[in-house]
């Protein structure tokens, strides 16, 4: 029997991607910004549908159909809309997104057909619906809750269902202009960060503040219902009418403009990041406990850009009013091209969805990007001159945890690149979380970024309850819970300006991946998934007796992470990393010739 294809695509709006799966099973999924070095890049997935149709080795006429994530009629309807209510002010908003809707958005089928060379058939699902499957189709759930929270999506902003062998059903959605995800964006833009990059920013501020402004955002900004069901003061807010989030009158209201990007962060800005995170997860708590009461299954599927906050997913986690939770990894836009092949499998095309595993998910623990051969490495390396040693990969894992003992910093490139925002150790650079200058370190001299964000630890599955109060698995990166108390110190309370010296205090006996308000977000690690991270990790248990290091993504700020050897080698020689590995091969930064590089680097990224 011949088998079906579905190529999945989101697109246009930010962080556009393509997806691959054959007859239920995921076979590829990527991010367009790894190929175009462009962060979040919002443009057609050339790059990205072409490297999925090579993983599976076909062409595009072995495709069943292409499914574009979203309704682009849906959401032109809702931009025509708004602009009719809201008048002669949305002038300058509509000028500016003309362009992009008249050459390209309204006309997705005909710029897949003309990109692919081939009269396939394209279908267009709804954007929640997207999220809706990205979430459930891949969990180990056969019955679930599902919730999909974003900024918006053609008219939807939340959608709350449940979905079982019959699909998807949604039972209850909010729609804009009121959204939860606009509203934390809107805090994000006002505290100098921006939009759609920089809300795990926020969120990573949010413990060095005090929640002093929750009554009055939720007196003047967001009315919240008891079910969760809530709705904005659009008094305050400029998305309707401007290219802004906020206005006038909210800026008035949290004691004037907003913060400049690269100017100091006060202590302003940390309680409202404080308090727009309580807030929200007081929304998010509300919507699950309504939508256990209303769908009556004992676990809940989330996705949408919202689910990305590991914080507010801890807090569910803490209530108990599910038995188990699964947070799609790529839960923003990205993911949409994911869910999207994935309905149409499932509910268009009726291909029976494979009884779930309870103890297993099928997103393949997300590795469904690019991956090099050892062979194509050393061509890369050998055409270039740049020394290294070949290892094997015992001797691999032994030498990187040895390194990552005495305090070196090593890229870590080995299998097939990640799915979504979280590197989780095929793209990771790795550091030791008991050196008590491994943050500053990471932060200043590899990272180029704020020195008051977290690091996470990745933590050997068997040992995550040993350091953190977290029983269950989470190999997305996608849970935040608090170190245990008998590894925590007390430190001495300082002023809030004084954010690097906050950031520099010694709160445990791993210390780098302890935040200010001792959480973590953990990155459980298990052979299964990722046998050479997870003897990598061992390695370093046996050595020093913890099963747990530091592992950020492959990149430095501004930077998609990286894909290739190429990129890796550049990230390598730009930032102050000790050790690059690739596969097999291992480079010291003390042994390679002079990196030549274009002046003004940094310039090639756009800073979030």
Known sequence: MKAIYVLGISAFY?????????????????????????????????????????????????LKAVIFYDSPVLTFDRIMKTMVDVGSKALEPWVKGA???????????????????????????EHHFSHAASAFYPSPFNEATILTIDGVGEWSTLALGYGDSKGIHILREIHFPHSLGLLYSAFTQFC?????????????????????????????????????SFRLNMKYFGYLDSLVMTNENFHKLFGGPPRER????????????????????????????????????????????????????????????FNNIWIQPAAGDAGGSLGAALLAMHEYFNVPRPKA????????????????????????????????????????????????????????MVGRMEFGPRALGARSILGDAQNTKTQSVMNLKIKYRESFRP?????????????????????????????RKERRLQVEKLEPDNILEIVNQTRSDIPAVTHVDYSARIQTVDAREKPDYYQLIKE????????????????????????????????????EMDMLVMENQILYKNEQPEFKDVENWRDEYELD
């Open 540 to 575: 370093f248990e046996k050595l020093t007796g913890y099963g747990v290091i530091v592992n950020t993504s492959f990149n430095v700020r501004g930077e998609p992470i990286v894909c290739t050897p190429q990129d890796a080698y550049k990230c390598f020689m730009r930032t």
């Open 455 to 483: 690091f996470a630890p990745s933590v050997l599955a068997k040992r995550c309850s040993d350091y953190f109060e977290l029983d269950v698995l989470s190999p997305y990166m996608l849970l935040v819970a608090p170190v």
């Open 192 to 228: 100098g960060f921006k939009v759609n990059f920089g809300e795990y920013k926020l969120m990573g501020l949010a413990p060095y503040g005090e929640p002093k402004y929750v009554d009055i955002i939720k007196r003047e900004l967001i009315d919240i219902k008891d079910d969760g």
């Open 262 to 321: 690269e100017l100091p962060i006060t202590k302003r800005e940390m309680d409202l990041a404080a308090s727009i995170q309580r807030v929200t997860e007081e929304v998010v708590l509300k919507l699950c406990r309504h939508a256990r009461e209303l769908t009556g299954k004992k676990n809940i599927c989330l996705a949408g850009g919202v689910a990305l906050n590991c914080v507010a997913n801890g807090k569910l986690l803490l209530e108990k009013m």
């Open 357 to 412: 595993d309870s103890k297993r998910d099928s997103q393949k623990g997300s590795y469904l990007g690019p991956g090099f051969s050892n062979a194509e490495i050393k061509a890369f390396l050998d055409n270039n001159g740049y020394p290294y040693r070949e290892v094997s990969d015992d001797e691999r894992a032994m030498i990187v945890a040895k390194e990552i003992t005495n305090g070196k910093i090593v890229g870590y």
């Open 14 to 62: 930010h962080d556009s991607a393509a997806s691959l799966v054959k007859d239920g099973e995921i076979i590829a999924a990527v991010q367009e910004e790894r190929f175009s070095r462009k962060k979040n890049d919002p443009r057609f997935p050339r790059q990205a549908i072409q490297y999925c149709l090579e993983e599976a080795e076909i062409e595009p006429e072995d």
């Open 99 to 125: 362009p992009g809707w008249l050459s390209a958005k309204l006309f997705v089928k005909k710029l897949i057909k003309e990109e692919l060379k081939y009269d396939v058939c394209v279908l267009f699902a």
